[in-house]
């Protein structure tokens, strides 16, 4: 809401956690950087995983390729098109395309995750 407040660095933010790297945050490291244990990285990006998703939008079960690959490529196109990118800008709406594709793999990654892996997730957040 005040990204001046970083500019003139009248805060300093400590970590972000982002997926990549943050053009409005140069230099500030991700937290999923600074964990070194494997199973309590991995635990951290599933927990994580909601933020890359951000809001996805949805389509019932069943729905056939083709239409599904129309509605995909739609979205895509509609998140880059110029006008569409200005009028969010006035709306000082940011706009960070994640595609159906990334999404999948992300959830795919998700289900394949080791037990370990979802058991250290529970321990965190048993802990509130």
Not at 77 to 83: I, L, N, R
């Amino acid at each position: 809401m005040r990204p001046d407040w970083i500019q003139t660095k009248k805060i300093n933010v400590l970590f972000h956690t982002g997926a990549t790297e943050s053009p409005d945050l140069p230099g500030v490291p991700r937290i999923r950087n600074l964990v070194k244990d494997e199973t309590d990285r991995k635990a951290l990006e599933f927990l994580l995983a909601r933020e890359v998703m951000g809001r996805p939008f949805v389509a019932p079960p069943g729905i056939p390729a083709d239409r599904a690959k129309a509605l995909r490529d739609a979205f895509n196109a509609t998140m880059k098109d110029s006008e569409f990118l200005k009028d969010a800008a006035r709306g000082n709406i940011e706009v960070n395309l994640v595609t159906a594709e990334e999404i999948d793999a992300l959830l795919k990654d998700a289900t394949a995750l080791p037990p370990a892996v979802i058991e250290r997730a529970r321990q965190v957040l048993d802990r509130n």
